[in-house]
């Protein structure tokens, strides 16, 4: 190899390392506290049946993720910031409403998640969870977040050992092939909220805006696409082989014993055969960090995409004089979240997957909107969607759209 050649592959890695980052972590957030109870019950409640769902879903995640990945990367723009460009005023007042929403919902779930985590260690989720909103507050307001992130996605890693947990648990292989490749549909209301669920927690709304934001603040462009590209799929993928897992251990170490996931130790139970007695802490331990890493992340991507919608002000850097929006909505996400978990008996599984729930029924409505700007060659010129990508983003809407429709028709005629 000559030293030429030696210089442009070191330099071909130095532009992959600077482009490696927003796929990745919007994955890794992506499994949070409400993604992990949601996989975990999915597993436990209809053992390997729903895996299909979660292979189907993952083509449609990595699909989604690169079209809001190309569209920051060909117009230096937000997600935000171009629903108002195409769409005007109402409906981009429409989609930030929903981003909200959806948000809050989330970080309550993020909440939930802390609590149940430091429940397993016998603290109190009264003492907990202010304490959590204070810490998470104080590591966005002052900047420092960036320097804990390693420590909170560390953390999270722990659920790798869902992997080692399915194979030492020795499932039926050849039920989860089936399981993956065979449908099989259960027209019950529980089967549905699981399956939006699974929807709202695997495509979740505000990870779209989280990656193409950060394509931009990174000033990647097209020229670096093919990197960055490579960034979005292995972090799509590499996010749903987790949950994979937590569904196939779930599913082989609950379903048969039909344990009902009821609370954070009935899923730190699957840990055990990599784990053993210390299956709980382990899971505690992930579960926490999950929950911390996107409770940091999410009021910060409404406030940040909310503002850049309607051109306020936005900013770590900015005092609340001068940016009193920004400020107040990351501060109302935080605390509201936190004081919903507050509410005495508070079932904090069954919140972690409304939450999830809500981004399903969400989630098709910004999706449109994401369809129609890639698609649009005035933003995007000969970067638009190809033929199939429109075919499988539509598919993902339609679906979606589909079971939030049987989900309320099965609930108002009071059937499942």
């Known amino acids: 190899m000559t030293g030429t050649q030696k210089a442009a592959k070191r330099s071909r890695f130095l532009v992959m390392l600077s482009v490696v980052g927003p796929g990745m972590i919007a994955a890794s957030a992506g499994n949070d506290s409400g993604g992990i109870s949601t996989y975990s019950v999915v597993g436990a409640e209809f053992g390997y049946q729903m895996l299909w769902l979660l292979l189907l879903m993952t083509v449609s995640l ?13 117009t230096g723009k937000g997600f935000a910031a171009l629903i108002r460009e195409r769409f005007g005023l109402k409906l981009a007042l429409f989609a930030m409403v929903g981003l909200l929403v959806s948000n809050v919902a989330t970080t309550t779930a993020e909440f939930a998640g ?10 109190s989720k009264y003492l907990a969870v202010p ?9 966005v307001v002052r900047g420092s977040y960036r320097n804990v992130e390693k420590v909170f996605l560390a953390l999270s890693a722990v659920f790798v050992t869902y992997i080692a947990s399915a194979f030492l648990a020795e499932p039926d292989w050849g039920a989860v092939a089936q399981g993956t490749f065979v449908p099989s549909i259960e027209l019950s209301r529980d089967w549905l909220v699981l399956a939006i669920a699974m929807t709202g927690t695997t495509i979740a709304p505000w990870m779209q805006f989280f990656v193409q ?24 993928v590499s996010a749903n082989v987790i949950a994979f897992f937590i569904i196939v251990t779930t599913a082989t170490v609950l379903y048969p014993r039909g344990v009902q996931i009821a609370s954070a130790e009935d899923a730190a139970l699957a840990l055990a055969p990599v784990a053993g007695q210390y299956a709980t802490v382990l899971f505690a331990l992930g579960l926490l960090g999950a929950s ?13 995409a909310i503002c850049e919608a309607f051109g306020w002000e936005s900013g770590l850097d900015h005092t609340w004089c001068e940016a009193p929006i920004f400020n107040g909505l990351y501060t109302f996400a935080i605390f509201v979240g936190a004081a919903f978990i507050l509410i005495p008996e508070l079932d904090l599984i069954r ?66």
Not at 63 to 72: I, L, N, T
Not at 116 to 121: L, N, Q, R, V
Not at 223 to 235: F, N, P, Q, S
Not at 386 to 404: D, E, K, M, R
């Open 114 to 123: 802390i609590a149940a985590a430091m429940e397993i260690f016998g603290v």
């Open 131 to 139: 304490v959590a909103a204070v810490f998470v507050w104080l590591l």
């Open 292 to 304: 911390l890493l996107a409770a940091c992340v999410l009021p910060l991507t409404a406030a940040y």
């Open 62 to 74: 990595v699909v989604v993720q690169e079209m809001a990945a190309r569209a920051g990367a060909v």
């Open 213 to 236: 934001s950060n394509i931009v603040d990174k000033g990647l462009t097209i020229k670096e696409w093919t990197y960055a590209k490579a960034d979005v799929i292995v972090g799509s």
């Open 351 to 416: 919140v972690m997957i409304l939450s999830q729930t809500i981004n399903g029924i969400i989630l098709p409505f910004l999706l449109v909107f994401l369809i129609k700007i890639v698609n649009d060659r005035r933003l995007m010129g000969s970067y638009v969607n190809s033929p199939t990508y429109n075919a499988l983003a539509w598919i993902t809407v339609i679906v979606a759209i589909a079971l939030t429709v049987a989900l309320l028709a099965i609930t108002f005629l009071g059937l499942g």
